[in-house]
T-cell receptor, first 115, second 115 residues
């Protein structure tokens, strides 16, 4: 186990639904990340939070809304998604974001299917 | 080269042989490089890293080589085992303005180990 947990592991939702993905890290890290992994593209960075502040929004559509209530928890709120949003959503954390180097620890991901 | 999803480049090796997985990175300003392993149904798992002031680093059964002249990274796995079967990603890290250090992933290579 990497110390990063994600729930749910699998999610099926309709295009009009609203759902949330949850990530929790037990490593005492200060930075957390959301990535999208689909069959057609490499891992895509979506959002970065450092010390609970968003430092990067990588041109992600507004139907994805992140929330970081504290340094251990990260949410991704989903609404009016499209079928092309079906993918594996990965959460990661690292000790710090502003420090050179330092790898990221990944959770197992949430497999999302949008119908 | 980079390929993703169903078109991931695949390396097939015999159990016990050595494996070499290659990666071309894009940013000459990148100063930190990481190899991740992703097994089916799991998130990426850290294997080994290297900083740009080094050209070789060894771990347990793995070696990473960095050639900054041609922006090439390789992962060598000695005495490959069936448990090494996975998709392997390289990642490069560079400083991006006020956003701190950003991690960009390659498309991945699928390693298949034949018993």
């Amino acid at each position: 186990e990497t110390g990063v947990t994600q729930t749910p592991r699998h999610l099926v939702m309709g295009m009009t639904n609203k759902k949330s993905l949850k990530c929790e890290q037990h490593l005492g890290h200060n930075a957390m990340y959301w990535y999208k992994q689909s069959a057609k593209k490499p891992l895509e960075l979506m959002f970065v939070y450092s010390l609970e502040e968003r430092v990067e929004n990588n041109s992600v559509p507004s139907r994805f809304s992140p929330e970081c209530p504290n340094s251990s928890h990260l949410f991704l709120h989903l609404h009016t998604l499209q079928p092309e949003d079906s993918a594996l959503y990965l959460c990661a954390s690292s000790q710090d974001h502003g420090v050179a180097g330092g790898h990221q620890y990944f959770g197992p991901g949430t497999r999302l299917l949008v119908l | 080269g980079e390929s993703v999803g169903l078109h991931l480049p695949t390396l097939s090796v015999q159990e016990g042989d050595n494996s070499i997985i290659n990666c071309a990175y894009s940013n000459s300003a990148s100063d930190y490089f990481i190899w991740y392993k992703q097994e089916s149904g799991k998130g990426p798992q850290f294997i080994i890293d290297i900083r740009s002031n080094m050209d070789k680093r060894q771990g347990q059964r793995v070696t990473v080589l960095l050639n900054k002249t041609v922006k090439h990274l390789s992962l060598q796995i000695a005495a490959t085992q069936p448990g090494d079967s996975a998709v392997y990603f390289c990642a490069e890290s560079y400083r991006s303005g006020n956003a701190g250090n950003m991690l960009t992933f390659g498309g991945g290579t699928r390693l298949m180990v034949k018993p």
